[in-house]
């Protein structure tokens, strides 16, 4: 069954699969992702989430960001804990718990080392866009997969914007299609 | 600000695996578990 979307999701989807795909090749390349393809677009995202009315949520990725600038590392977690579950107990209706709870996953894969921070500011990004933490769910099995086939092939390391890219992708389609 | 600063781009496949499992457990727990919690307590609601 063919989806049904408006020229401007049409429009929205190219810019986001050509910025996608930018970073899939600079992570290919260099297994880096230039800071102008990350920090702009969650600037935007963030912004686009607040004009949403989504503020716990962005107040709680700002909040990540200076916890992670902490002093004692030890206290990272917690505090980001606490960061995550004080917005549970504010009645926001445009926010949900698996948000929420991405984000802080997201944050915290990068903190204890799992991640890197391109791919965790990328689905940061991509939650605050379209507001939806399900979205992680197929980027995690695309990524699961990929890691898969990584170590079949005796890979230490794999290009994660590929299975967050094909993980958007699929989420996107399934979303258009319900 | 360091998280901002950091652009390193990767991923170690066997944390890719296991990120993926607790995933796919979790959800496969919320959508079992979350039927019959669900249940009883309807069950619990009808019996007040």
Redesign the interface.
Do not use: G, N, P
């Given at each position: 069954m063919l989806p049904s979307i408006s020229p401007t999701q049409v429009i929205l989807l190219f810019l986001v699969m050509a910025w996608l795909g930018t970073c899939m090749v600079f992570d290919l390349r260099s297994r880096q992702v230039p800071a102008l393809l990350t920090i702009p677009p969650l600037v935007l995202s963030a912004l686009w989430r607040l004009f949403q009315g989504g503020w716990s949520v962005v107040i709680l990725v700002v909040a990540l960001i200076l916890i992670s600038d902490l002093s004692w590392p030890k206290w990272r977690i917690p505090l980001a804990c606490l960061a995550t579950v004080l917005p549970l107990s504010i009645p926001d209706p445009s926010e949900n718990i698996y948000t929420l709870l991405v984000i802080f996953a997201a944050w915290a894969l990068w903190e204890i080392g799992a991640t890197g921070g391109a791919d965790a500011k990328l689905i940061i990004s991509l939650v605050l866009l379209f507001g939806n933490g399900f979205l992680f769910i197929p980027i995690v099995m695309a990524g699961g997969l990929q890691g898969l086939l990584g170590l079949i092939a005796q890979k230490k390391t794999i290009p994660y914007t590929v299975a967050i890219m094909l993980g958007t992708v699929a989420w996107l389609w399934m979303s258009a299609v319900r | 600000?360091?998280?901002?600063?950091?652009?390193?781009?990767?991923?170690?496949?066997?944390?890719?695996?296991i990120?993926?499992?607790v995933?796919?457990v979790a959800?496969g727990a919320y959508q079992i578990l979350g039927q019959k919690i669900a249940q009883v307590v309807q069950d619990v609601a009808g019996r007040i």
């Open positions: - | 600000m360091r998280f901002l600063k950091d652009t390193t781009a990767i991923e170690t496949a066997e944390v890719a695996v990120i993926a499992v995933v796919l959800y």
